[in-house]
Structure formats: C-alpha cells, structure tokens
C-alpha cells in the first residue's frame, strides 16, 4: 500500500468518520527530519498492506494540523474509531517502526 495525503479538513473528517483505525504522518517540507522520516514511512505503508496510510503536510493543511493540534513535527498518530488512540513526536527511526508495529499487532 501507499500513503494517501489529505488534502482537505472535510476529507480528514470524512476519514474520522469511516475508518475503524489509520495511522497519520504530520510533517512539513521544510523540516529536515520530516524529510528524513518521510520515506520510511512510506517503506512502512508497504511493508503494514494492514495498515492505512495517511499524511499530512501542515504548511499547505493547516487546517487538519490546527483541528487536531499538531504544534510540532514530525508528529505521528494512531486513529481509532474518530479519537486519537495514541501519538508520538520525534525523530527516531526505531521508535517510529515501533509505533508503526504497535498498531499492526492490534490488526493481527
């Protein structure tokens, strides 16, 4: 699978709404470890097919960051049933597969 990008509050709602538990990536292009966390991330979409997915720039989605109050990034949370379920700021790798792993064993 890949990483879906919002790119609307009423898409990121809507998604809320109808997906039991997804995974979202807050980032910003200008941030040098969102850059450098990005495409591991994207490895974890395809190596977690279980998963979903998503991301969000917060520069251009202000929106969504601000609706959810993302401060600061790289910052991951873990949806379940429209509420967050659990959240991590940070940089390491090994804590975000971690995190990642964390919610596909809930999928197990």
Known sequence: M???KFTSLEI???TLKEKESFMVFYYATWD???RRLLP???QC???NPEIE???V???PQHEIAEDQEVEKVPHFIIYKNGIIQTSYYGTSQKKLLNFVESLANTKK
């Open 2 to 4: 890949s990483v879906t």
């Open 12 to 14: 990121f709602k809507k």
């Open 32 to 34: 040098s470890n969102s």
């Open 40 to 42: 591991i991330y994207s």
């Open 45 to 47: 979409a395809v190596d």
């Open 53 to 55: 997915f998503y991301s």
């Open 57 to 59: 720039d917060v520069d």
